[in-house]
């Protein structure tokens, strides 16, 4: 008998780890940037990262196809002959993790028999080859190819949204950041790293693109945006200037209709309540007004507006 067979999860909880890994080394690199040096400059420097990363997302794309394929039968992943499978009842037991597994060619086959290509986008082939035959050339070869950083978190967005759904990507940034264990231990720089979250999004808007961005979130992020109030909330800050506030807008109306009274913060994932009224304060447009303190009385609610962050209370 083959012992110890995997389970879908297992291959899908470290797929992922490895795409997560590939795109916190990025963002790593990217927020020590500085106007001194410039950014394609550092990137010449780590193109040795950039490689590492297309390795990590090539091993996430194939731990995910094995994950489909676990659900059908790890014996499926099996690359050996049935023929001299040690399984008659003489043999002795093996453990499944001392087998070689298929890959590749016979990989991708496997995963379409086991999965309605239907439910798979047509371009994740071509991701699917790309990143195979880039990988090949960093593991076999003299790795002589430039990767920007670009090009790799496109490769890591869109396997998560081929392979996982919209959203997922995010969603799996946020649990590992907020999995960490300094939050446990009350650790100041991951408590800072927590209130400045929303700059990720900004990263990935910046060098992407909400074109290019959009196709991995649930929520129409070509939408107007709006201040969210827990995010900037959690990033307001007492200086020798006064109150700074992030002027970071990542909050949208979800459905974007024009009498919509709901909307959602993709950076912390927070659905709330809005009130349709409009601002007026410095000739704000704004129409989109959010309760910050209710009065027991009920007259003198306060309200923030969610374009300019002005309230009654500040005139
Ligand atoms: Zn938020
Ligand atoms: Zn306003």
Redesign the pocket.
């Known amino acids: 008998m083959i012992k110890n067979l995997p389970k879908a999860n297992d291959y899908e909880n470290v797929s992922i780890e490895c795409l997560i890994q590939a795109y916190n080394n990025i963002v790593t690199i990217d927020s020590y940037l500085t106007n001194a040096t410039p950014r394609e400059h550092i990137w010449e420097y780590n193109q040795v990262v950039l490689r590492t990363c297309l390795v990590l997302v090539h091993q996430g794309i194939e731990g995910l196809l094995k994950a489909v394929i676990c659900n059908v039968s790890p014996l499926l992943l099996l690359d050996k002959k049935r023929s001299e499978w040690k399984t008659l009842p003489e043999s002795k037991d093996e453990s499944f993790d001392d087998l070689y597994t298929i890959g590749g060619e016979d990989l991708l086959r496997t995963f379409f028999g086991c999965q309605n290509p239907k439910n798979i986008s047509p371009k994740f082939l071509n991701l699917y080859e790309e990143v195979r035959t880039k990988r090949n050339k960093i593991v076999h070869g003299t790795a002589k190819q430039k990767l920007s950083p670009e090009e790799v978190l496109k490769f890591i967005l869109n396997t998560f949204t081929f392979l996982l759904g919209r959203d997922t990507f995010w969603n799996s940034v946020c649990s590992k950041f907020y999995g960490h264990p300094g939050f446990e231990f009350g650790d100041e720089n991951i408590e800072w790293e927590d209130e400045y979250f929303y700059n990720r999004m900004d990263h990935l808007d910046f060098f992407l693109g909400k074109k290019e961005l959009k196709k991995h979130f649930s929520v129409d992020i070509s939408a107007r945006p709006y201040l969210c109030p827990i995010c900037t909330e959690k990033a307001e800050k007492i200086t020798s200037k006064g109150i700074e506030r992030p002027e970071s807008k990542w909050a949208f109306l979800n459905p974007n209709k024009p009498g919509s009274t709901d909307m959602s913060c993709i950076v912390c994932r927070t659905d709330f309540g809005v009130v349709r009224q409009n ?4 000739d ?3 129409d989109v ?1 959010y309760l910050i303190e209710e009065e027991d009385l009920g007259d003198n609610d306060i309200y923030v ?6 309230s009654k209370d500040d005139l």
Do not use: E, R
Request: with cysteine; glycine share 14%.
């Open positions: 601002c007026g304060i410095n704000c447009k704004g007004q507006c969610l374009t300019c962050w002005k």
